[in-house]
């Protein structure tokens, strides 16, 4: 090597100004982080001067084999036209011993953690930090990902905070949610799953095949994946899916142990894989579907059966009907399927059933689910039976020592409502129901059920319990002839209808008061035999507990309506109520037969608790050594019982005190106060002395606590009224914000 021989002696990645360009700016990592298909700077210091007669190569690799033919290894010279699969080099300025290159990826690059080296002559420089990210570019139009609308950009890729909705149909309320996919080691968890995925490098440049090995690798079930789904009710031996208010801590403690995180269930697989997606720079959202079918046969319909006092026969049905079900829609042009199911696509990594032998499904185009299309891949049966399948109801009655099935019932407008996510650049529901099915009942709904029918294998109308399959039953059965076919909605002759509704709101520690109303629109003397149950069950479907039942025979006369009351103490809701971990609903299943027709009528509902809100108003904010602290002042309708309990003085022993009744919502956000301000969130639900005004249970009986707390960004409170901890972050942030 002589002196003449051009060295490099330093890049800089130019990060600041790349990283704002890039629209990654927000990403917590030293290295730097760019889109593909987009132009990015470096500057080298040489050793002198750029000559013409120089040989000066950059070379880009990815993967533990890089090569020149497999596209994981580009050596870029800025005087060579040859292609490099799409990428590109300029000399922009040289100046002296300064030269700046600009660099454009191709916009269907790999994405992943690229190496950098710089080749001049005989000598290789590898700078220090050599790692530079290349994500999947929604502002890139060659790139397959592109999205147009920019406050579209903003919510499905940049916001990091959002809300998932939950409920049931007729109570809908959000959970704050903190994706955080910019946090620190985020970007390096999602770099890990890839890498876990096993995908060919050349598979990391479509995001169809991304986004579904994510779906599968959000889950644990099948390649020790992020999160372990829990739907028992028992979280000892980790953290109870309530508990979680965002994705930052279970990314980082998976990334750290290299371990399931437990424990999950829908909105929280689907809050990890939104983190996960718009990390990577798919656009991506949470979605929330009311009354959501799991069918798992993919017949397009859920078999429910009810015993003669109707009560759900759980133990039955393979099938079930959850309150609410949350996954996820990405946003790519589908260039493996015809023409015309670009768009958002359904993604689900909550492990229901398997797909292609693991715990994964989709991506799904939207379009293909509302038009019938379920020939399409991915799993495009079981999301569309998801939000349009049939419900049929069967009655199963015990006569002499056998069981006879008798078809009641098909609901075909029941499953699919409400379907929700964060509506764009505003905090609130967007529902988006009709982006997934026609109206209920429209002739193209009916179209798209007829469709989709079309494409199933021979089935028939028979219950598929684990029983009543594994032989031909024809007892009080339809008569079929092996074909798939469209369920109708019959409307009874008589005109009679019923409807369940609620006297009042329910609130824990109050009687349930039901009314079951047996409505005839039509002229006629009808007698009607009326049976119900009223059960505790998790969003799931489990029940919980049976409250109570109705059985009467009501008459109606013209057109006329009777109201048939059910009021349920709170004893007999109260103790299953406090020893649910989830969240619960009561439910009520209503069967009315006609006498004298054939005529058989149900109806169900699953009604919400309500708490009153806790307001949390932010008082004063003060930082000093110990950090940011915040003065507040909690109000709540709810009267605050005087509550027992005790932690040490870093909150770590913790012990609970016997709960009659179960907490309060105002009890809730004190305990929330004690898990931002106490290290090692408690496990149990008891109160702090390290707090006095927690230990008493209360600063007054009316429910208003004012008390300040040390503000921890990385804390893990329960369910907490979980806005608490967001509403205080968002309030630092305004309060620093200039001006």
């Not at 009314?515 to 029940?543: E, I």
């Not at 009351?565 to 406090?578: E, F, G, Q, S, V």
Request: proline letters at 5%; charged letters at 20%; a neutral charge.
């Amino acid at each position: 090597m002589t002196e003449s021989d051009l060295k490099v002696t330093n890049v800089d990645f130019l990060k600041s100004q790349n990283s704002v360009q890039h629209h990654t700016d927000a990403y917590e990592t030293t290295s730097l982080v760019v889109r593909r298909g987009q132009a990015f700077l470096l500057q080298l210091t040489l050793s002198r001067a750029l000559r013409a007669s120089d040989k000066l190569a950059l070379n880009f690799s990815i993967g533990e084999r890089p090569m020149k033919p497999l596209g994981t290894l580009m050596s870029l010279n800025p005087r060579s036209t040859r292609d490099t699969g799409g990428w590109h080099i300029t000399v922009a300025k040289s100046s002296g011993t300064e030269c700046l290159l600009s660099v454009t990826s191709a916009a269907d690059a790999p994405v992943g953690k690229y190496s950098l080296s710089v080749k001049t002559g005989s000598n290789v420089y590898k700078p220090e930090n050599n790692t530079i990210y290349l994500l999947f570019n929604p502002w890139c139009e060659t790139d397959i990902v592109f999205l147009s609308n920019e406050a579209e950009r903003n919510e499905y890729v940049l916001n990091d905070t959002g809300y998932i909705y939950v409920g049931s149909v007729y109570s809908i309320h959000g959970r704050p949610w903190n994706f955080g996919q910019f946090e620190e080691s985020i970007l390096d968890t999602c770099m890990y799953l890839l890498d876990k995925s096993k995908l060919k490098m050349s598979s990391r440049r479509d995001p169809v095949i991304v986004s579904r090995a994510m779906s599968a690798l959000v889950n644990s079930n099948d390649e020790n994946g992020v999160l372990l789904g829990n739907w028992s009710g028992k979280y000892e031996n980790g953290t109870s899916p309530m508990e979680w208010i965002g994705s930052v801590a279970i990314l980082q403690q998976y990334y750290k142990t290299k371990k399931p995180v437990g424990f999950g269930q829908c909105w929280v697989f689907s809050g990890v894989l939104t983190t996960v997606m718009r990390c990577l720079g798919i656009p991506a959202r949470s979605v929330s579907n009311f009354n959501s079918a799991h069918d798992t046969d993919e017949n397009l319909r859920v078999d429910v059966y009810l015993n003669e006092k109707g009560e759900k026969l759980k133990w039955m049905s393979v099938d079930s009907v959850w309150n609410f079900h949350v996954w996820n829609d990405v946003w790519m042009k589908r260039k493996d399927l015809p023409s015309g199911f670009d768009g958002w696509q359904a993604i689900d990594s909550t492990p229901q059933e398997q797909s292609q032998g693991i715990f994964q499904c989709g991506p799904c185009p939207l379009k293909a689910i509302r038009d019938g299309e379920v020939y399409l891949p991915y799993d495009s049966k079981f999301v569309y039976a998801e939000v349009n399948g049939d419900k049929v109801y069967w009655l199963v009655k015990e006569e002499n020592g056998s069981r006879k099935y008798v078809k009641l019932n098909v609901e075909s407008q029941s499953i699919g409502a409400n379907i929700s996510t964060k509506a764009v650049g505003q905090n609130r529901r967007e529902d988006i129901t009709q982006q997934y099915k026609f109206p209920e009942g429209s002739p193209q709904e009916r179209a798209s059920m007829q469709k989709a029918t079309s494409y199933l294998q021979p089935s028939g109308l028979v219950p598929r319990s684990g029983f009543g399959a594994m032989r031909t039953m024809s007892m009080g059965l339809d008569n079929v002839d092996g074909r798939a076919v469209v369920q109708e909605e019959v409307v009874p002759k008589s005109g009679v209808e019923l409807a369940i509704t609620n006297e009042k709101p329910l609130y824990p520690g109050e009687p349930i008061e039901v009314v079951v109303t047996v409505k005839s629109t039509a002229a006629g003397s009808w007698t009607v035999a009326l049976t119900g149950s009223c059960q505790l069950q998790s969003y799931t479907g489990k029940v919980d507990a049976s409250l109570g039942y109705i059985n009467e025979t009501v008459k109606l006369e013209g057109k006329s309506e009777v109201r048939v009351p059910l009021k349920i103490k709170p004893d007999a809701y109260m103790k299953a109520l406090a020893a649910a971990e989830d969240e619960e609903h009561v439910h009520v299943t209503a069967i009315a037969e006609i006498q004298g027709t054939p005529e058989k009528l149900t109806k169900e509902a699953a009604l919400s608790f309500e708490y009153p809100p806790i307001q949390v108003q932010v008082r004063q904010q003060t930082q000093d050594s110990a950090g940011i602290r915040v003065s507040a002042l909690l109000a709540s309708r709810a009267k605050v019982p005087k509550r027992q309990g005790k932690c040490d003085e870093t909150g770590q022993q913790f012990q609970e005190a016997p709960m009659s009744p179960p907490m309060t919502p105002m009890q809730t956000g004190l305990l929330g106060l004690h898990q931002l301000c106490c290290t090692g969130a408690p496990k149990s639900r008891g109160l702090c002395r390290k707090h006095p005004a927690l230990a008493e249970g209360t600063g007054s009986s009316s429910g208003v606590l004012n008390t300040s707390f040390p503000l921890l960004s990385d804390a893990r409170n329960s369910e907490v009224e979980q806005g608490l901890h967001l509403r205080l972050h968002l309030q630092e942030q305004a309060e620093r914000a200039p001006g």
